[in-house]
């Protein structure tokens, strides 16, 4: 057990810092825009951690079930395309209710439950894109071919990797600068269209 505990933090914080750079585009605009207390956006930085450990779960078992298969299967690469397209469509919407909040259908859209949790959403999107460092734990997983220890070291790997999430507790006091809050509510906007582009990219196979 050492050894699969051992393994699962050194994976994950040899490779967090990709994944707060994976993170920042997402995470930083909205936490930002919204200009929160250290606490409110602690909260936040918990829900999007949170959002990450259920998709690091569900990968681990596909892992374990499927094994290899999971990293190359055209069904993984359509659930990679999907989930980017569903982030792109998560930040677009957030984009627009922040920048046009006097639009009546933006308005609509803060009461979507998606918007309301949104860092929790995003986390559980952005954890099922198979990314570098997401590979290496798949890798893992399914060399130890148990379930059971699979699921250990992907809690590990979070564990490991949720540390460099932690800097983004202090992003809210930069939306204390009410310029700095409107190019963080731009910038939601704009990552959210690159995401939508880059999801339909995977989709179509380009």
Same mark, same amino acid.
């Given at each position: 057990?050492?050894?699969?505990?051992?393994?699962? =933090?050194?994976?994950?914080?040899?490779?967090?810092?990709?994944?707060?750079?994976?993170?920042?585009?997402?995470?930083?605009?909205?936490?930002?825009?919204? #200009?929160?207390?250290?606490?409110?956006?602690?909260?936040?930085?918990?829900?999007?951690?949170?959002?990450?450990?259920?998709?690091?779960?569900?990968?681990?078992?596909?892992? #374990?079930?499927?094994?290899? +298969?999971? +990293?190359?299967?055209?069904?993984?690469?359509?659930?990679? #395309?999907?989930?980017?397209?569903?982030?792109?469509?998560?930040?677009?919407?957030?984009?627009? *209710?922040? *920048?046009?909040?006097?639009?009546?259908?933006?308005?609509?859209?803060?009461?979507?439950?998606?918007? +309301?949790?949104?860092?929790?959403?995003?986390?559980?999107?952005?954890?099922? *894109?198979?990314?570098?460092?997401?590979?290496?734990?798949?890798?893992?997983?399914? #060399?130890?071919?148990? =379930?059971?220890?699979?699921?250990?070291?992907?809690?590990?790997?979070?564990?490991?990797?949720?540390?460099? =999430?932690?800097?983004?507790?202090?992003?809210?006091?930069?939306?204390?600068?009410?310029?700095?809050?409107?190019?963080?509510?731009?910038?939601?906007?704009?990552?959210?269209?690159?995401?939508?582009?880059?999801?339909?990219?995977?989709?179509?196979?380009?």
């Amino acid at each position: 057990m050492e050894s699969v505990v051992v393994q699962g =933090l050194a994976l994950g914080l040899s490779t967090g810092g990709y994944c707060l750079g994976a993170c920042a585009p997402v995470a930083l605009p909205y936490l930002v825009s919204k #200009g929160g207390s250290i606490s409110e956006s602690g909260r936040a930085v918990v829900e999007l951690a949170a959002g990450r450990l259920l998709s690091y779960l569900f990968l681990g078992v596909a892992a #374990g079930l499927f094994g290899a +298969q999971i +990293q190359s299967s055209p069904v993984g690469r359509t659930a990679v #395309g999907i989930s980017m397209v569903g982030l792109a469509g998560l930040m677009i919407a957030y984009g627009l *209710n922040r *920048n046009f909040p006097e639009s009546g259908a933006c308005g609509r859209m803060a009461r979507w439950p998606v918007i +309301q949790r949104f860092p929790f959403v995003a986390g559980l999107l952005m954890g099922v *894109n198979l990314c570098p460092p997401i590979l290496l734990c798949l890798t893992a997983i399914v #060399g130890l071919k148990s =379930l059971v220890w699979g699921l250990i070291l992907a809690v590990c790997f979070f564990c490991g990797s949720v540390v460099f =999430l932690l800097p983004l507790v202090f992003a809210g006091l930069l939306g204390r600068m009410e310029w700095f809050k409107g190019v963080a509510s731009v910038a939601t906007l704009f990552c959210g269209i690159w995401f939508m582009i880059s999801g339909v990219s995977v989709l179509i196979g380009r």
